[in-house]
């Protein structure tokens, strides 16, 4: 992907929408594109948990689209102070400290719905980190309300039994930005 365009494209977006940044800085990181963007007022980029960031992603995502002519939108995540990485930190440790309670219960547990990019941090996480290999994830529900579904590989099950996700409130996911 051309990173002058990127910058390019955005800056004429931020500039559009009147939102001061300083810097654009894109860098890859393994299948995606990570673009940090440098500013002394990044609440008035980031919006109303995330909203401002989430539309002038989507709209650099279509554009891009749209340019190089792409079946489906690039992987490309906006972020601002370090605000995106926070939500993503605060999501694989959520997984970790469910991962617990899944061991010492054995039940299943549902994390709070949310959006298709944290749901991937999670499922990628809990798949590539080597003291969560003994857990499974999958997703369950439609639009909105799709959730993870935290398991172990190995569940004891009775013949028969079908085993319910706990749903456990207060998970910490309430006010992520999904």
Not at 18 to 34: C, H, K, M, S, V
Not at 43 to 55: C, D, K, P, V, Y
Not at 106 to 128: D, E, T
């Amino acid at each position: 992907m051309d990173t002058s365009f990127l910058k390019e494209t955005l800056g004429k977006i931020l500039d559009l929408l009147n939102i001061p940044y300083t810097d654009i800085l894109p860098a890859q990181e393994g299948d995606f594109w990570r673009i940090d963007i440098v500013s002394e007022n990044p609440s008035r980029l980031i919006g109303w948990h995330g909203e401002t960031l989430n539309s002038v992603q989507h709209l650099l995502k279509s554009i891009v689209r749209t340019k190089d002519n792409l079946d489906r939108s690039p992987f490309l995540v906006l972020d601002v102070d370090g605000y995106r990485k926070t939500q993503e930190d605060n999501v694989r440790r959520i997984a970790e400290q469910k991962a617990d309670f899944v061991r010492r219960t054995g039940s299943r547990i549902v994390l709070a719905p949310m959006s298709p990019y944290f749901r991937r941090i999670v499922h990628l996480h809990v798949a590539n980190t080597p003291t969560l290999q003994d857990l499974t994830t999958f997703s369950h529900g439609e639009g909105e309300y799709r959730q993870i579904v935290l398991k172990l590989k190995e569940e004891k099950m009775k013949i028969g039994e079908e085993l319910s996700p706990v749903l456990v409130k207060d998970d910490g996911l309430e006010n992520l930005d999904v």
